[in-house]
């Protein structure tokens, strides 16, 4: 019996030390759903929030229990605005979040917390999804809008489910008045490499 309680304290401490200690690399697949509001200074416009979606890859590097996140993924937000000039509008964008955090957890069940900013390349404001790719690989960051995202995930085994808040940090122009967007968002990644 003392054999057998050495053994799984081993297996479970190796289990831990290979998850959180050891230097490592994962790469997968993205998607989601987000829920947008816009929040205005002063009573220009009012709105109510609407579901849109996320589609796209990430990486995961870390070691030391902490880890480097960084992801590239197409998005759409949109918004019911109603005002004097209001309407539904959609924000397509190619979004760039460069997170940070740490994970609790073991033998291919843990939970994650991370936080970072997140610059947003527009698609629909006389730009393509090509154009708004090649400024973020050429890392030119110019006229671009910014967030913060804060989240937490859970991974089991290769899956993973996150929950993210963004708060917007430039402000957007609507019809003579400005906004931030802030979103709620969830997404389902599947790990396809580890390393």
């Known amino acids: 019996?003392?054999?057998?309680?050495?053994?799984?304290?081993?297996?479970?401490?190796?289990?831990?030390?290979?998850?959180?200690?050891?230097?490592?690399?994962?790469?997968?697949?993205?998607?989601?759903?987000?829920?947008?509001?816009?929040?205005?200074?002063g009573t220009i416009f009012s709105v109510s929030n609407q579901a849109g979606y996320l589609a796209g890859a990430w990486a995961r590097l870390g070691g030391l229990g902490f880890n480097f996140q960084p992801e590239i993924y197409a998005t759409s937000k949109n918004v019911e605005i109603s005002g004097t000039n209001g309407g539904k509008q959609t924000y397509t964008s190619l979004d760039v979040p460069l997170l940070f955090g740490g994970?609790?957890?073991?033998?291919?069940?843990?939970?994650?917390?991370?936080?970072?900013?997140?610059?947003?390349?527009?698609?629909?404001?006389?730009?393509?999804?090509?154009?708004?790719?090649g400024k973020a690989v050429s890392l030119d960051f110019h006229d671009q809008n910014y967030a913060w995202q804060f989240g937490a995930g859970l991974d089991i085994k290769r899956i993973s489910i996150d929950l993210r808040y963004e708060a917007g940090i430039t402000d957007q122009y609507y019809n003579g008045g400005q906004t931030k967007i802030n979103l709620f968002n969830i997404s389902l990644a599947y790990t396809l490499l580890k390393l």
């Not at 993205?30 to 929040?39: D, Y």
């Open 103 to 133: 994970k609790i957890g073991a033998f291919g069940v843990g939970g994650r917390f991370y936080t970072g900013p997140l610059i947003s390349f527009a698609i629909d404001k006389g730009q393509t999804f090509f154009d708004a790719t």
């Open 1 to 41: 019996m003392k054999k057998i309680i050495i053994t799984l304290i081993f297996a479970a401490t190796a289990s831990f030390a290979s998850a959180q200690v050891l230097p490592f690399f994962q790469l997968g697949l993205k998607g989601g759903a987000n829920f947008t509001t816009l929040s205005s200074p």
